[in-house]
Each structure stands twice: as C-alpha cells, then as structure tokens.
C-alpha cells in the first residue's frame, strides 16, 4: 500500500501551490475551509478521498499556473519530493450501479481538466477511486485528444512480454477501498474523460439491504469561475431474479422511481439534475425483499460463448424473511484472541472493546471461554462458563488484566485446547472466534487437524469464525478454516474498520437460525461443482448466496434440508428459473475465485492457479495469480510507403495507426501472510514496500553524518537546502567550494610531493 501519510502531506502542498493561480476578475477557487480542531486523524481525513478524485502530480512548481491565462507569478526555484497533488477541477459525473443480490457493480463517469498546468508542459496525472463495502477493482479507462489508458490483468505466465514495470505508487491501494492509478504526461489545458469500475458489497440488517457508493466531493474540484450549472447523474438498478418483490428506498439523494422496471425482482431508481457544487454526502440507497418467512430461488443460465468453462451455471440464494420471532441456537463460544506484540495500541484496544461487546449480549443460556494466545495460552477458565451476569464481569475484568502484548505466535495448542472444552451432546452450537494478525508456519498442519475433527460423526461439528487484522495473517488460511467448518470469515485490512467489522461478525454468529443446511434430489446430475462446498448456516443478519457449475438435467425443484435452533428437521423447495437478466458469471466470480484461492493455497495444486488465472483475466477480478498493467493506446500517423516517385496528397500519404504500450503494475494481491513481519512483531497498518535504487542512496546519505554532532547537517538536509537556493546563490557557493576543493589539492600535493625537500 501507498503511505498514507506521504499522500496527504503531498495534498496539502498541492492545494497551497493552487493559490498561485490567477483565474481573472472575480474569479477564485474555492479555498479549502480551515479545520476547527487539533486532531491531527480529522485533519488527515480531510484529504483523503471520499469520492472519485482526480490530482496534477507536481515536481516542478514552476510550471503550475493557469492554461489560459497566465498568472505573471514570482518564479518559484526547487522541486518538490514528495511530488505535490493538486486537485484537478471536475465539470461532469455521473453513476450507475447494478445490484444482484449481496453485490453491486458501479460505474462512474466524470470529466476533469487539467487546469492547473501551463499548457506548454505536462505532468502525470494520479486518480483515486474511493470503493465502498469490500470494494475490488475491475477497471479504469482514459481519454485524452491523442491517446487513451486502460487496464488489464495479465497472468504470470504472460508476465515475460511485458518488460516495462511501473512505480509502486503508479498503481496500488492508497487504503483498502482507494486504489490509486498514475496516468503519464498529460498536456496542460487537457480535458480528461475518465470510466471507472468497481464491485462491492451491500449491507444486510433488519431484512433490507443498504448500498452506500462513496460520493462526497471536496469543494475545492468545483470549476472556477462565475456560478455555472453543471451535470449530475446517478442510475440505480436492483434485480433478484423472478418472483420477488423488491422495494427500494433513497436516503441520501431525491431520487425518482424507474416507470420501465415492471418485471418482477427488479426495481430502479434514477436522480438526474443541474447543480452549482458537486454532491457533499454519500450515495446510499436501501432495498427490502418482502417476505415473511424463509425464502430463494435458484437461477440457471448458460455459459457464453467466450467462456473457457462450458458447463452450465447455477446461483442459488436463502434469504431468513422478516420474522423476528425466530429462535437463535444455543451457542458454546470460546474465543482465540492473538495477544501478540504486534497487536500492541490499537488493536488489541479495538479487539477488547468488540470482544466485551459481544460477551453482554450473550444469552444467560450460553457458555463461554476466552484463550489469549501469543507464545503461550493464558486461559480465563479450565472449562466453559456459563454466560451469567457476574460471569461477564469477571471474564472483562481477566481480559483488561491479561492482554498484554507478548512475543510470538502459536495457534494450534490454543486451538485444540479449544475444540477439547466442547461438549458432545448436540443441543447447542459450538463457535470457535479467532482472531490474529500474523501469519504461522503450520497453517497447512491446522487446517488437516480441522479437517480431520470435522469428518468425525457429531451432530454439531463446531464452527471456526476467523478474523484476520492487516496484511500479514495469510487471509487465506483462515478463510479455509471458516469454509471447512461451515463458519465465516471477515477481516479488517486497516484498523480503523477493526471494532465494527469485528462487532458485525459476532452478530451474525449469535443469530444462527438454520444449520447443517444441505441439498436433495441432485442424483440426476452428472457433475456438481458448488462454492463454497460446505454451506454456511443462515444468520438473521444475513443471507446465504451460492454458486456453482454444473452437467446435466436440473432438478425444476430444490429440495433443502437443515436443522432449526429448537432441533427440529427444516425442508423446502427452491424453484428453478431460466433467465438471462442477471449475470451469473459476473456477479459470483469474485465470491468464485476467492474460494478457489484458498483451495490452491491448501493443496498446492498449479491447476487449479491456472484456472484462477483465466478467470481473474477473462472477469478483469484481481487475484493472487495475476496483476494489473495498463496499456496505452496512443494514435499515431504514418507515412505510406510508395513504390513510385509520385507527387501525393498529405491525406494520401498519410495513414493514422494505433501504437500499444503495455506497462505492468505492482502486485495487488494480499499475499499469503508474512511470517518475518509477524516474527519482528510489525504492527498491522506498516508499510511493507521495496526501496527504489534512489531512494537508498538516499537513505544512505542521510545516515553517513548525521551523528557527527548534534545539529541537523545530514547530507538529505543539506540537498533539501541547496533545491530550494536561487540560481546566484547556487553558482556562488559551488564557486566557493571548487576553490576550497583546489585548496585541498594543493594541500595534499605539497604533503606528498614536497615532503623530501623539507
């Protein structure tokens, strides 16, 4: 990731070199109001994105003024490093967002301008796309007058033909919902149309889905100028398949009802006006799918054409309905919490305040257990405690006493001693909760002694409900453990998401209303291939979505069984539908190769790297095997070659081509853990990034004498001080240290020549 500090320190620069422009009489940018606290968080969060952004990145400031008219300012001597960003100005947006199910897929559309750049020179130009719920992704495309970008993912395999590879900071994420991309050398003056693509989650509480799409824009990117009205879009669109009902409710924007969606499952709203500032609050929108009680469907589809998996497709959903009457399961819980030093401050501040959360709203029927683990286990009990009042005192109490950061890292002990305190008898649910930030060298040996538990016959094999903090735990270690136990698996990539993502986990642990789920009447297929393999039980807070491949004939009913909280057997049938009006390959591929990942993590096996390959290629989805290039697609004119001597016409002569240049970015995956960085006990949130050649000389330099005395004169200081010397002072003192260079040789020839005719 991007140094997030650097970014908006690099902000901050940007919009003071913005004063230096001259826009004519009565005209100014709107200046950025001053913040009214000393919270340096507030401050910071001020210019980090909270919508699309576009940003001039500026080492030289002297070329920063008006493209139409000049500013006749003072010349400003120096580069800056880091590279100032100044916000380019906006003059049209607009929005679409597609929901299926628990997934929308956006895509805005903006036009900003390079107004800040003398139109004789040029500079790279940054764009930031701020994502929402579990944002990935799939796509940027620019166009310029003379050229366009866009991005691609390439495999490894195909990584040898693309030789030129871009900065880290070219193409990465600045947060893990704002992916930044660094478009090259844009003319002054340019116009800039820019189509971003993204997919992300929607929210599920009290049966109604709430899609939030980040669109909260700064009032410095309203174009200068007298007040001038300008376009502003937004499309939304919702399908669940046929047969369902679906209400859709705006919140943040006046939004209008579609008169065109009058088939059933689908809904839409659009908001389309003139405004003089760009929007100030987020786009959120709610839908409800009403229904009392259980309900799902199942769509099937045939694959396309251009698909590299013929076989058919399937996507069957379980919503719980809108009963609040449903009775939850009796829970065992023991939760694993990693005490670590590297979850020192924040983290292990966050993890108690979650962890106390959910201990008072267990019911007085439950148990529970708290491990601590780092290279020991600290037990709050030898044996499960029942969840009573004074209980949950003493279990805070023991939690503010004992976690304390410690060296190392061991999960398997604790998590056997775990699985060990469980009962047998079948009436309650057994939940295990890990939760760590760093990665261990016997995960693989983990996930065979769960797997080797779970085959074992019980009623009620126990649920793992794993949390991973930052980007050195292997995310994908514990997403196989969640799937092989039917649990779930969520994480938080910064920790200022921790507490919240953390609480909502536990919420939708101790609303299970429906268990050990599974399908009937499938005898009639030739070949089923499901994700995940195990099926989660369904929570009150959330539905079950599954996906899969199959051969065959279709059952026209599904038959699904499980088991309520009360221990009774549960059974319905989903209809089966044949429609093209949700995508399935589309909408699950991302779900799709991230279960996948996790099984070729576990098993090791290249096939199955080969085909995540292909599917993150052919669905533009970022995986583990792939990374992102862009390519540039620049129109070039060339001259015809001719075989006589013949006098032609220029339009003749002259052809137009298109040149393609492909620069390959960093990679975009989380990895699979960093046993170093858990080892050295490096906190989540760090930086973890390879110095470029300069950038250690430079480190170097800064080293080599900054302890000969107390003051600052470090080499890096001292090259700080020299770029920002006008052009005399700077001829003047090389002058004056070539004559004590000159000096010094003649010392050291009179030391070495005249020594034998003292």
């Not at 995960?443 to 903090?469: A, S």
């Not at 270690?477 to 998401?497: K, N, Q």
């Not at 046993?675 to 050649?693: C, M, R, V």
């Given at each position: 990731m991007a140094d997030e500090e650097e970014f908006v320190r690099s902000v901050e620069d940007g919009i003071r070199l913005l004063k230096r422009i001259y826009f004519g009489k009565d005209r100014a940018v709107a200046p950025q109001k001053q913040q009214m606290t000393t919270e340096k968080a507030k401050l910071e969060s001020s210019y980090i994105p909270t919508s699309p952004m576009m940003y001039a990145v500026i080492e030289n400031p002297a070329m920063v003024d008006n493209p139409d008219i000049p500013s006749y300012q003072p010349h400003v001597h120096g580069k800056c490093y880091p590279p100032a960003l100044i916000p380019l100005q906006m003059n049209e947006i607009s929005v679409m967002a597609d929901c299926y199910y628990d997934t929308a897929f956006v895509t805005v559309k903006g036009s900003w301008r390079l107004h800040c750049i003398m139109t004789s020179k040029s500079c790279d130009c940054r764009i930031a796309v701020a994502m929402g719920e579990q944002g990935s992704i799939l796509g940027v495309e620019v166009e310029l007058p003379s050229k366009s970008y866009s991005t691609k993912l390439v495999a490894e395999d195909d990584e040898k033909e693309t030789k030129t590879i871009a900065k880290i900071e070219d193409g990465c994420f600045l947060k893990p919902h704002i992916f930044i991309l660094t478009i090259p050398e844009i003319d002054g003056g340019t116009y800039i149309s820019v189509t971003l693509r993204w997919s992300q989650k929607l929210l599920y509480h009290d049966s109604q889905f709430t899609l939030s799409i980040p669109y909260s824009f700064p009032e410095y990117v309203t174009p200068a100028g007298k007040k001038i009205t300008k376009k502003e879009n937004i499309k939304f669109n919702v399908n669940c398949g046929p047969g369902i009902e679906v209400l859709s409710k705006a919140i943040s924007h006046p939004f209008k009802e579609l008169d065109d969606e009058d088939e059933d499952g689908k809904s839409g709203l659009f908001y389309d006006s003139n405004v003089f500032n760009w929007s100030s609050s987020d786009v959120v929108i709610t839908y409800k799918i009403s229904s009392p009680n259980y309900h799902g469907?199942?769509?099937?589809?045939?694959?396309?054409?251009?698909?590299?998996?013929?076989?058919?497709?399937?996507?069957?959903?379980?919503?719980?309905?809108?009963?609040e009457c449903k009775k939850v399961f009796r829970k065992e819980v023991i939760f694993l919490v990693d005490i670590s030093g590297s979850m020192k401050g924040k983290p292990i501040d966050d993890t108690k305040q979650a962890l106390s959360a959910a201990l008072s709203k267990l019911d007085s029927e439950d148990l529970f257990n708290i491990i601590a683990f780092n290279s020991e286990e600290f037990l709050f009990s030898s044996s499960l405690e029942v969840a009573t009042k004074e209980a949950i005192d003493n279990a805070t109490q023991w939690i503010d006493m004992n976690f304390i950061p410690g060296d190392g890292t061991s999960i398997l002990n604790p998590l056997k001693q775990a699985i060990g305190m469980f009962s047998n008898a079948g009436e309650s649910m057994p939940i295990v909760f890990l939760i760590t930030d760093?990665?261990?060298?016997?995960?693989?040996?983990?996930?065979?002694?769960?797997?080797?538990?779970?085959?074992?016959?019980?009623?009620?094999?126990?649920?793992?409900?794993?949390?991973?903090?930052?980007?050195?735990?292997?995310?994908?270690?514990?997403?196989?453990?969640?799937?092989?136990?039917?649990?779930?698996?969520?994480?938080?990539?910064?920790?200022?998401?921790?507490?919240?993502?953390l609480e909502r986990l536990f919420s939708r642990a101790s609303s299970i209303i429906l268990a050990n789920i599974a399908f009937e009447n499938l005898d009639g297929l030739e070949e089923l291939e499901v994700y995940p393999s195990h099926i989660p039980d369904l929570s009150s807070e959330g539905p079950i979505v599954l996906s899969g491949r199959y051969q065959g004939v279709f059952p026209e009913m599904l038959k699904v069984k499980g088991i309520l909280a009360d221990t009774?057997?549960?059974?319905?049938?989903?209809?089966?539908?044949?429609?093209?009006?949700?995508?399935?390959?589309?909408?699950?591929?991302?779900?799709?190769?991230?279960?996948?990942?996790?099984?070729?993590?576990?098993?090791?096996?290249?096939?199955?790297?080969?085909?995540?390959?292909?599917?993150?290629?052919?669905?533009?989805?970022?995986?583990?095997?792939?990374?992102?290039?862009?390519?540039?697609?620049?129109?070039?004119?060339?001259?015809?070659?001719?075989?006589?001597?013949?006098?032609?016409?220029?339009?003749?002569?002259?052809?137009?081509?298109?040149?393609?240049?492909?620069?390959?970015?960093?990679?975009?995956?989380?990895?699979?853990?960093?046993?170093?960085?858990?080892?050295?006990?490096?906190?989540?949130?760090?930086?973890?990034?390879?110095?470029?050649?300069?950038?250690?000389?430079?480190?170097?330099?800064?080293?080599?004498?900054?302890?000969?005395?107390?003051?600052?004169?470090?080499?890096?200081?001292?090259?700080?001080?020299?770029?920002?010397?006008?052009?005399?002072?700077?001829?003047?003192?090389?002058?004056?240290?070539?004559?004590?260079?000159?000096?010094?040789?003649?010392?050291?020839?009179?030391?070495?020549?005249?020594?034998?005719?003292?």
């Open positions: 469907s199942v769509l099937l589809q045939s694959p396309e054409q251009h698909d590299t998996d013929q076989r058919k497709m399937f996507s069957c959903y379980l919503f719980p309905g809108a009963l760093g990665a261990v060298e016997d995960e693989r040996q983990i996930c065979e002694f769960m797997k080797n538990h779970l085959t074992q016959n019980r009623t009620m094999c126990p649920r793992l409900y794993t949390f991973g903090i930052g980007l050195f735990c292997n995310h994908y270690f514990l997403r196989t453990l969640a799937m092989m136990s039917r649990g779930h698996y969520d994480a938080a990539m910064d920790v200022e998401s921790l507490e919240v993502r009774s057997k549960f059974s319905m049938e989903l209809k089966g539908f044949k429609s093209k009006a949700i995508p399935l390959d589309k909408a699950r591929v991302k779900q799709q190769i991230e279960i996948l990942t996790a099984q070729a993590w576990f098993t090791e096996k290249k096939d199955l790297e080969q085909k995540i390959a292909k599917m993150s290629t052919q669905n533009a989805v970022i995986s583990e095997y792939t990374r992102m290039a862009l390519v540039q697609t620049e129109r070039v004119k060339v001259i015809k070659p001719t075989a006589k001597r013949k006098v032609y016409s220029a339009d003749e002569k002259i052809e137009e081509r298109l040149v393609q240049k492909t620069v390959l970015l960093h990679f975009l995956g989380f990895g699979f853990g960093n046993l170093i960085a858990t080892i050295e006990n490096i906190p989540p949130g760090a930086i973890d990034t390879e110095d470029e050649p300069a950038e250690i000389i430079a480190k170097a330099a800064s080293n080599c004498c900054g302890k000969l005395c107390g003051l600052c004169c470090c080499c890096s200081c001292c090259i700080r001080t020299f770029s920002t010397m006008n052009h005399q002072c700077a001829i003047a003192l090389s002058q004056c240290l070539a004559a004590l260079g000159c000096l010094g040789c003649f010392v050291c020839c009179k030391y070495c020549c005249c020594e034998g005719h003292k």
